[in-house]
């Protein structure tokens, strides 16, 4: 990996094709490096070549030869890597087997080891360490392509940012894409994530996310990730009249519903896998009952109801069918292991124990419970007829989680459970659709996971 200054010859032969640089000395290359595959290109300020073996990246079946093509080199370093048409690539890295193509500008104007997440006014800040900290990176294998502007980012390997994102002061971890005019700024963004048209900022995502389709994410600590942020979804009122000074921090496996709003200061951390329907204003609150549906109630000054357990009796082929595709994203099998974990069975007994203490010794049950009455429950109500059916969810999640942690494997009754999920939709389905179980067939590699888990 010795580093020496160009050759006479070597320089002949980049300027015979096209290339200029305000200082060819300043410029180190890798002992074998030659001067193929670098055309038409400008080289400014201290720049390292390690050479380019013609090797191919390919981008939506148009396969690219690593070189420099069309572009400006700025203060940067540049391994095998495919560089077309930058307008400027300036104190950043392109690693190997990274393609960046048809790009404005990819720069780097300050400290990378620091990132603001949580209030936007800057209270809480992300520490991470790299070897290049002042300097934008491409990771190996990453792919940067049709954006304008990438300011300060550290993009992972194979990861990927395209189609007019635009991505500031933030961290893209490893497989995950940033698309379609999504915008990230001063965010971490986990593994194996998915962003497109979203907005989202001063937040810590982890991994397995997808945030999608015009929706809003601010100030959010969400470092469980495997969550869903539905379309029009405003995930983002962390302003009070006065400063943005608060923020939310989703559960687990949580999904905000289409056009719904969550009004800050929010607590779900201990009500993981909870879903917020569609349309749905969110009062500012702290939940602790997992597996919930909050939808909008029909009671005057409580907005909301709140059905605890929901998720996981009505809707568990929603939840399985996540983790499935959790490990096929992943390349993994770990993830029903956090499903059934001590954490997640921890916040369903205490849930379930609060509910049963609550009733016991009551000779008159009301007729809903508020969440001034039922600490743990947020800005919502509880219907008392639902009650009896959330225990028995949370006892069903109990006896799946005992049988998974001594066989390894999910409890038959699961997959029928799932069955009767999918059969509601299909007689659903159907009474709308003639064609519907044409264009709706059996999830067979669905399926199969779920025998052999």
Request: aromatic share 10%.
């Amino acid at each position: 990996m010795t580093k020496r200054p160009l050759m006479q010859k070597e320089i002949d032969e980049l300027v015979a094709a096209g290339n200029t640089c305000d200082n060819w000395n300043n410029i180190r290359v890798l002992q074998d490096f030659v001067p193929q595959n670098i055309k038409n290109s400008k080289f400014t300020g201290k720049i390292k070549l390690h050479g380019f073996s013609g090797k191919t990246c390919t981008y939506k079946g148009v396969e690219f030869t690593t070189g420099i093509f069309n572009s400006w080199i700025n203060e940067s370093v540049i391994e095998d890597a495919c560089i077309y048409d930058v307008k400027l690539f300036s104190n950043s890295v392109a690693c190997e087997g990274s393609l960046i193509f048809n790009v404005g500008s990819i720069i780097c104007d300050k400290e990378m080891s620091q990132i603001k997440v949580g209030t936007e006014s800057g209270h809480r800040v992300l520490k991470r360490m790299f070897s290049e900290q002042q300097r934008s990176v491409i990771g190996r294998g990453a792919k940067v392509c049709n954006v304008n502007a990438l300011e300060n980012l550290h993009l992972g390997d194979f990861a990927s940012i395209e189609n007019g994102a635009i991505v500031q002061d933030s961290i893209i971890e490893n497989n995950s894409v940033v698309m379609d005019n999504a915008i990230v700024k001063s965010s971490f963004i986990g593994a194996f994530s998915h962003i497109g048209e979203a907005e989202i900022s001063n937040s810590l995502l982890g991994p397995l996310m997808q945030v999608h389709h015009h929706s809003l994410l601010i100030s959010a600590l969400w470092a469980e990730g495997r969550g869903n942020v539905g379309y029009g979804a405003n995930v983002g009122s962390n302003h009070t009249g006065r400063m943005p000074d608060q923020e939310i921090t989703p559960g687990l496996g949580q999904f905000f519903g289409l056009g719904c709003s969550i009004k800050f200061p929010a607590n779900f951390t201990e009500a993981p896998f909870t879903m917020i329907a569609t349309g749905v204003i969110c009062e500012p609150q702290r939940l602790k009952f997992p597996f919930s549906l909050i939808k909008k109630g029909e009671l005057a000054g409580v907005k909301n109801e709140i059905i605890p357990g929901w998720v996981y009796s009505k809707n568990i082929y929603g939840v399985l069918r996540s983790i499935y595709k959790w490990d096929k994203r992943s390349g993994t099998s770990n993830n029903l292991n956090l499903f059934f974990s001590k954490t997640i069975t921890d916040s369903v007994i205490n849930a379930c124990n609060a509910l049963k203490e609550f009733f016991l010794d009551k000779s008159e049950l009301p007729l809903v419970i508020t969440g001034e009455e039922l600490p743990g429950i947020g800005s919502n109500y509880i219907r008392a007829e639902n009650v009896e059916k959330i225990i028995e969810a949370y006892e069903i999640y109990i006896e799946d989680y005992n049988f998974y942690r001594k066989n390894k494997k999910l409890r038959p009754c699961i997959i029928s459970r799932i069955e009767e999920n999918l059969k509601r939709d299909e007689i659903r389905g159907q009474k709308i659709f003639d064609d519907y179980m044409d264009f709706h067939p059996k999830n067979t590699d669905f399926f199969e996971w779920l025998e052999n888990n």
